[in-house]
Nanobody, 124 residues
Framework: QVQLVESGGGLVQPGGSLRLSCAAS????????MGWFRQAPGKERDLVAA????????YYADSVKGRFTISRDAAKVTVYLQMNNLKPEDTAIYYC?????????????????WGQGTQVTVSS
């Protein structure tokens, strides 16, 4: 069982930056691949970025490539999403998720544990 708690959301102007954090419970953090998803009002919950169990492999949605960076810190049992050059279309609730069926997954259905979400609003 894994519990995930996100933090770091807020209101930021276009072009600004935020860093989201996801603190995980449990001593098997390294066994889980991690992902950040986001859901805007009236839209599906989509994968933004994912990182493998080892931290070596990462994935980014085309809409955030070059602006967002996902990373994990095994010592702090935390995964991060650094978001730079934010745009109004990045406005959404961001969710951290964990799964353990593979070394990494891009499919929402293969993530078994979810955080409560943190709101990110990009507006002037």
């Amino acid at each position: 069982q894994v519990q995930l708690v996100e933090s770091g959301g807020g209101l930021v102007q276009p072009g600004g930056s935020l860093r989201l954090s996801c603190a995980a419970s449990g001593r098997t953090f390294s066994s889980y691949y991690m992902g950040w998803f986001r859901q805007a009002p009236g839209k599906e919950r989509d994968l933004v970025a994912a990182i493998s169990t080892s931290g070596i492999n990462t994935y980014y949605a085309d809409s955030v490539k070059g602006r967002f960076t996902i990373s994990r810190d095994a010592a702090k049992v935390t995964v991060y999403l650094q978001m730079n050059n934010l745009k109004p279309e990045d406005t959404a609730i961001y969710y951290c998720a964990a799964g353990s069926r593979f070394s990494m997954s891009l499919l929402r259905g293969y993530y078994d544990y979810w955080g409560q979400g943190t709101q990110v609003t990009v507006s002037s």
